[in-house]
């Protein structure tokens, strides 16, 4: 065997899942690839990249930057054969070399929309045409979508997530016997990657034919009227829209049963493979049992109230849920802000903020051949672009417990919808930081999918202490790859920082001036209520040197 110096696939440990769920999209290409979304460090890529080991040299698999250009993805003139033979020959894209293979996309989630757009369209299908000076020709591109991301980074398009055909959650290893192991292995690794490789040589040639007969087999493996009618429960169950979900199960399931060598797919291959097709799909995923399928009627309802009680990981939403006491009387809606939104008119301005050019190593094949009538010498010149200007705004929400106090939290929810509301057609991708529990989270990276923001809003919770020390630091980490000038930053709290250190209040005026002071659009929104107020929102706004508004003021 040729040598190799990537990891065997066989010898990962403690990824059984992501491990499966490649293995059927290598047995039925048409389900559609698999997304992993985990923690770091927890060995996503290595996976990969010992899947493409695992297939050899004759398998396609490409690896597709975050920073790729649309030449380098989509293809563009062979600038050299121009210029000497004066044909016009295609240089094909990333996009055309991972054709009857797997497209492998490291941090999707940050993948700049444009490819996105490029990738959904390629999906759906399976080609594209690709359009440059004098030619228009059609490229066959169809391939299984492997992305792996860290949802505390940013969350997914949902048009993207939709098409990964499978998904799997990935965890730090808990048990230390299996942190153990993978520890040894990876040791061994790099201390003699050769010779730990041929330890495992055996168990890749039988994987591999193992996948090969199951490729052959799959069409004959039996699909019961019984199995059919229990994917389309699970999927109803689960309130998944659309009838993708349904395909995908059975080709899941059926590529599963093939795998193992099974003639016909039974209930436990099912209950197996659901949770990778449906729990991306589902609001509030349920997973499977047994007892659920042959009780559905009686399981309904505490099905429905384990789904509230559970945090959703899903894809990178996390939620804070309220409790039931709580939820009826801080409901929210929209009639919480009776008049208007926040305004955003100071930002009109950062819609036309001058960002330098920059290159994007797409070839403007016009003046480099014109350099080249000149000077006599092949020098590539590239094209300049604008980048798009897009606004960013992050509402960071003092949910703590003294929020609770006159019903802030409820005027709160509302004033984001109304905000929302007011600016559809607006680019803007909003944020949600929130405090609670002595700390904070990021509870919506930044998206423009504004029902995601509307629906994490109304489930916040009021609970524990402010410690806007540590949410400040969380904001920073949204911001790290903003252009810092298209932001703006809502800190809605009632100025009762009474965490974060012996003096909170001192220390979170230190971190925001030391992690935030290059912001030029805070606003501090006071939700102070009550006969006697003590202004300390307005004195942070004061220490911040920010813009100062009370609630009250956008109720008038």
Request: net charge positive.
């Amino acid at each position: 065997m040729q040598h190799k110096t990537n990891f065997p696939f066989t010898g990962i440990v403690g990824q059984d899942d992501f491990k499966l769920c490649l293995i059927l999209n290598l047995i039925d290409p048409t389900i559609g690839g698999v997304l992993a979304t985990g923690d770091k460090g927890t060995g996503k890529t290595t996976t990969v990249r010992a899947l493409s080991q695992l297939m050899g040299n004759d398998f396609p698999f490409v690896n597709l930057p975050i920073g790729a250009t649309e030449d380098s993805v989509l293809g563009s003139v062979n600038l050299e054969v121009l210029l000497k033979e004066q044909k016009t020959l295609v240089k094909k894209g990333l996009l055309a070399k991972a054709h009857q293979g797997f497209l492998y996309i490291d941090e999707v989630n940050l993948l700049n929309e444009y490819l996105m757009d490029v990738l959904l369209d390629a999906s759906a299908s399976g080609g594209y045409h690709l359009e440059r000076e004098g030619i228009s020709q059609w490229l066959d591109s169809r391939f299984c979508l492997v992305g792996t991301m860290n949802p505390e980074e940013g969350a997914l398009r949902p048009q993207l997530l939709d098409r990964f055909g499978l998904n799997v959650l990935i965890e730090t290893p808990k048990d230390i016997s299996v942190r153990k192991q993978i520890a040894d292995h990876r040791f061994s690794f790099d201390t003699n990657p050769e010779a730990f490789y041929e330890t495992f040589k055996n168990q890749e040639v039988a994987l591999q034919q193992q996948i090969t007969v199951a490729k052959t087999q799959l069409a004959t493996i039996v699909l019961t009227d019984a199995i059919k009618e229990m994917c389309a429960q699970l999927t109803l169950q689960n309130h998944v829209e659309g009838m993708r979900a349904d395909i995908l199960l059975l080709k899941s399931t059926r590529a599963y049963a093939s795998f193992l060598n099974k003639s016909e797919v039974t209930e436990e291959h099912v209950l197996k493979i659901a949770p990778f097709v449906l729990q991306h799909r589902s609001k509030e995923y349920n997973p499977p049992s047994n007892n659920n399928q042959k009780d559905n009627n009686n399981n309904e309802s505490s099905n429905d109230s384990s789904s509230e009680e559970k945090e959703n990981h899903r894809h990178g939403e996390q939620k804070f849920q309220l409790p039931e006491t709580v939820k009826n009387e801080l409901k929210f809606t929209s009639s919480a802000v009776k008049k208007k939104g926040i305004e955003i008119t100071k930002l009109k301005g950062i819609q036309n903020t001058n960002i330098p050019q920059q290159e994007d190593k797409s070839l403007a094949v016009f003046k480099t051949v014109k350099e080249y009538l000149i000077t006599g010498n092949v020098t590539p010149i590239y094209k300049y672009k604008h980048p798009k200007s897009m606004l960013h705004i992050v509402f960071l929400i003092d949910t703590s417990a003294s929020m609770a106090i006159g019903k802030q939290i409820a005027y709160i929810k509302g004033l984001i919808l109304k905000t929302i509301e007011a600016n559809p057609l607006k680019k803007i991708k909003y944020a949600v930081v929130a405090l609670a529990n002595n700390s904070s989270k990021i509870v919506q990276p930044f998206t423009s999918n504004t029902h995601l923001i509307s629906e994490i809003s109304s489930e916040l919770k009021t609970q524990g202490k402010t410690n806007l020390k540590d949410a400040f630091l969380k904001v920073y980490e949204l911001l790290k790859s903003v252009n810092k000038k298209a932001v703006q930053l809502f800190v809605m709290t009632d100025g009762k920082i009474n965490h974060g250190g012996d003096q909170p209040f001192e220390i979170a005026i230190q971190t925001y001036k030391t992690y935030l002071s290059n912001l030029k659009n805070t606003t501090i929104i006071d939700t102070e209520s009550g006969f006697i107020k003590l202004g300390r929102a307005k004195n942070l706004a004061s220490q911040l040197k920010v813009s100062y508004m009370p609630l009250s003021q956008l109720n008038s």
